[in-house]
């Protein structure tokens, strides 16, 4: 599979603590062919949509997979802030989870346990 050979964790956390714009997009397809499309298009980061999509967790799993041998960062925007669908996606390979519509109440630190490894 073609890659754009470059260290993207560093990159993007480089790119974000010196507060230069990143370009991403999201994914709400479920074909890895679409990933790899949209993976060899130049950006920095790509989100799966489980929480808008029909992408069940083993398709997300391919399709992380795939965005980052592509040398994408590989986001996941979580249905819930279900711990078990955290660790599963952090798992699979995602760099990272993004939930707007969870409960605001929460403690925020409580979230962000799983992926702090």
Not at 28 to 51: N, P, R, S, Y
Not at 59 to 68: C, Q
Request: proline share 4%.
């Amino acid at each position: 599979m073609p890659t754009r050979n470059r260290n993207t964790s560093v990159s993007l956390k480089q790119k974000l603590h010196g507060h230069t714009a990143t370009i991403g997009s999201w994914i709400q397809l479920g074909h890895v062919g679409v990933a790899v499309i949209m993976a060899l298009a130049g950006f920095d980061w790509l989100v799966v949509d489980l929480e808008h999509s029909v992408i069940w967790i083993e398709t997300a799993s391919d399709l992380i997979r795939v965005i980052g041998s592509c040398g994408v960062v590989p986001l996941v925007r979580l249905t819930s802030n279900d711990p078990n669908q955290i660790k599963r996606v952090i798992d699979a390979g995602a760099h990272g989870t993004y939930g707007e519509s969870w409960d605001k109440t929460e403690p925020y630190n409580q979230l962000l346990t799983p992926t702090n490894h």
